[in-house]
């Protein structure tokens, strides 16, 4: 378990982001760069926050996911479709490096905050737009979740059970691949600026990032007219794949994707006349007789409790995972040696645990120097530190611009 330190000294540090995105892919690329050493200043509507903050489970009143999505971000107010709150986003996009808006195509552009606008001020700033079908096409202008990415993807169609309904995720999926996406383009158009010395649009559709993680299933279709079938935990590729109740009533996920392994594992379950069958030699034969590979891989395992099962396919080096809820990840020796799990200290909920960045750097590591902060929290500090004097931040909080 990992104690964040400061965040100024992340690989990013020096680099300002503005997020004025709401929900979850802007926001997640944003604490991805946050997490990286980025300075991050979240921009909130002063009558409607992001509503990512009433989403989920609380705690006394206190909401939890907010913690995580709003980490490393400093909170600041404003009204972009008042005067006041749209000279306080044109400091702040002066200052900036980035700024990730998810506003429906247009939106910026009435308020006369359009790239044209923020470039004029600042030709370096990478504007990241990140919106449910993009800036062009017929779907434009339509609200767009990640809900509606999942659907349109393909991803839903080829979920689920043979004979049940096409399946959703129970989380944010297409957000969380649109926001690796979204950090991934800011990078991109990061580097071409030093190379041409000026900032550009970066355009990402939500509907886009998952649907490249799915394979080739576009190239499939046109060269065999055919679509990926619901296979449920199985795999067309190779088996035995699938999940397995073991004596104790847990589960354990096994995956044969290589030849060697897959011998392995029925040796291992004590059926090794298997090999020996003309179909096993191929992924995609064996996944032909699945039934006949679960069957005998599902009964040696019903037969063994967790523990012993997971050390069995360890010792033959055979590939299996066990299936873990949160609490078995918090517990689980190689999550803590990675140090995947930080425990930071929240004003609200005390130690708080979340789970840190995505990887490590050998220079320096991503840091959590503090959570999702309070609504507006850091308005007078940011405003103060752009210029605007203790009179003009009364004038623009009495107005409600800020």
């Known amino acids: 378990m990992t104690v964040s330190r400061d965040p100024s ?30 300075e991050v200043i979240k921009v909130e509507h002063p009558a409607k926050p992001d509503p ?15 913690k995580t999505l709003g980490r490393n971000k400093r909170t600041v107010t404003a009204d972009l479709a008042d005067e006041g709150g749209r000279e ?51 779907y434009r202008a339509r609200p767009g ?47 071409s600026r030093e190379q041409r010395g000026r900032g ?41 794949r699938n999940t397995y109740r073991t004596s104790d009533g847990h589960w354990v996920a096994v995956s044969t994707s290589a030849q060697s392994v897959a011998e392995r594992v029925v040796r291992l379950v004590g059926r090794p006349d298997l090999v020996e069958q003309p179909w096993f030699a191929s992924g995609a034969d064996r996944a032909r007789h699945a039934d006949e590979l679960d069957e005998a891989v599902g009964a040696w395992i019903a037969q063994r409790t967790r523990e012993d099962v997971v050390a069995a396919f360890e010792a033959a080096q055979a ?51 503090f959570t999702g902060r309070p609504h507006g929290a850091d308005t007078g500090e940011v405003l103060d530190e752009l210029g605007f004097t203790p009179e003009r931040i009364a004038e623009l909080r009495a107005r409600g611009a800020v």
């Not at 308020?111 to 001020?121: M, V």
Request: aromatic share 6%; net charge negative.
């Open 9 to 38: 000294a992340g690989a990013l540090a020096g680099l300002r982001v503005v997020d004025a995105s709401t929900l979850f892919a802007g926001p997640m690329a944003a604490m991805h760069l946050g997490d990286m050493g980025a």
């Open 52 to 66: 990512s903050r009433t989403h989920g489970v609380a705690k006394d009143g206190v909401n939890l996911w907010w």
């Open 88 to 138: 306080v986003f044109l400091a702040l996009a002066a200052t900036a490096d980035v700024v990730i808006e998810n506003f429906r195509p247009g939106t910026l552009e009435r308020w006369g905050l359009g790239y044209e606008e923020l470039s004029a001020r600042n030709p370096g700033l990478v504007l990241a737009r990140v919106t449910g079908f993009g800036q062009l096409g017929p």
């Open 145 to 191: 979740f990640g809900t509606l990415a999942e659907a349109m993807s393909g991803f839903a169609a080829t979920t689920g059970e043979p004979d049940g309904p096409p399946t959703l995720p129970p989380f944010g999926l297409a957000d969380g691949v649109a926001s690796l996406a979204t950090a991934f383009a800011i990078m991109v158009a990061l580097s």
């Open 200 to 240: 550009q649009v970066v355009d990402v559709a939500i509907i886009e990032p998952i649907l490249a993680m799915l394979g080739p299933q576009i190239t499939r279709w046109d060269q065999l007219r055919t679509v990926q079938p619901r296979t449920g935990n199985r795999s067309t590729n190779n088996a035995p």
């Open 319 to 369: 590939a299996i995972a066990p299936i873990y809820d949160a609490a078995d990840i918090v517990a689980d020796p190689q999550f803590r040696a990675l140090g995947t799990i930080h425990e930071i200290t929240d004003p609200e909920l005390g130690p708080t645990l979340m789970q840190g960045p995505l990887f490590r750097l050998s220079g320096n590591d991503g840091v959590i120097g």
